[in-house]
């Protein structure tokens, strides 16, 4: 099955440019072009919370590169989280993740394969409780924040355009190659987004989810997002606003706001 996979892959026409970027902001980084994204994201937490974060910030730096001869490309990216609690306040790098992407062209779109594996740059002095409350802001990236583990990550994210219509999904696999522990097991990420681009302006919903395995099981986290891109040329800002959509994730969350920048060449 997987070599079918493959094959079809590599037997689709080659494709990168302009088109084959995603505008979508909560969703996977990953998309057909060269770019670097900066995020900044505050979370509102829920104040009847079972766990003691009382304001969190994230941060995310995504660099990646696309050969638009032949699709191949490579990534890497890393989370910052800053949080504090009634008594103290904690700086964390997350998981380092470096990549690869395979990009072909559809009739409608394009279809972005990539895999990477997490390193565990995350000491495990740092909560796992608060490394979960800030990949509520992006669900995509839950797996980044495992102290000392190293996860092996594989997904596939189709983008069409029709028209001025925008639509994006990605599925994704997450697997706990080694951690302290030896709890955690794999993790399942379907997300979906839609959205209207004028040219100047992308308008987007967005539905971000993942279900973990293992000392979280059961735990299904659900985030849902209005986002907006500017088209300036080579910088694109960006702005959304997430609210939690089932039981797990409001236990965390009440809201967030997301704001960043996509640098293109």
């Known amino acids: 099955m997987r070599s079918f996979v493959v094959v079809g892959l590599l037997a689709v026409p080659v494709v990168a440019g302009a088109d084959d970027a995603s505008p979508f902001v909560t969703m996977f980084h990953q998309d057909g072009g060269t770019k670097v994204d900066i995020d900044a994201a505050y979370m509102f937490a829920n104040s009847d919370a079972p766990t003691t974060v ?49 990009v072909r062209k559809l009739d409608a779109g394009t279809i972005v394969g990539h895999a990477g594996l997490v390193l565990p740059t995350i000491s495990s002095q740092d909560s796992s409780v608060i490394g979960l409350s800030g990949s509520v802001m992006r669900i995509p990236e839950v797996y980044a924040t495992l102290p000392d583990a190293v996860s092996l990550r594989i997904g596939v994210s189709p983008l069409f355009h029709t028209g001025s219509v925008i639509v994006r999904l990605d599925v994704n696999v997450d697997l706990n190659v080694s951690e302290t522990n030896e709890t955690e097991k794999p993790g399942f990420e379907v997300d979906a987004g839609i959205g209207y681009s004028s040219g ?9 989810n993942v279900v973990i395995i293992g000392d979280y099981a059961g735990l299904t986290l659900d985030v849902g997002a209005i986002s907006a891109r500017f088209d300036l040329g080579k910088l694109k800002p960006y702005v959304a606003v997430s609210i939690p959509l089932d039981d797990d994730a409001r236990q965390i969350m009440s809201a967030g706001v997301t704001v960043g920048l996509s640098a293109t060449p």
Do not use: C
């Open 54 to 102: 009382t304001k969190l910030y994230r941060g995310d730096l995504f660099a990646e590169y696309v050969d638009p001869s032949n699709g191949l490309g490579g990534y890497v990216t890393i989370p910052f989280i800053h949080s504090t609690d009634a008594m103290t306040t904690k700086d964390s790098l997350g998981g380092l993740e470096v990549g690869g992407v395979l």
């Open 200 to 208: 100047l302006v992308a308008i987007m919903a967005e539905i971000t």
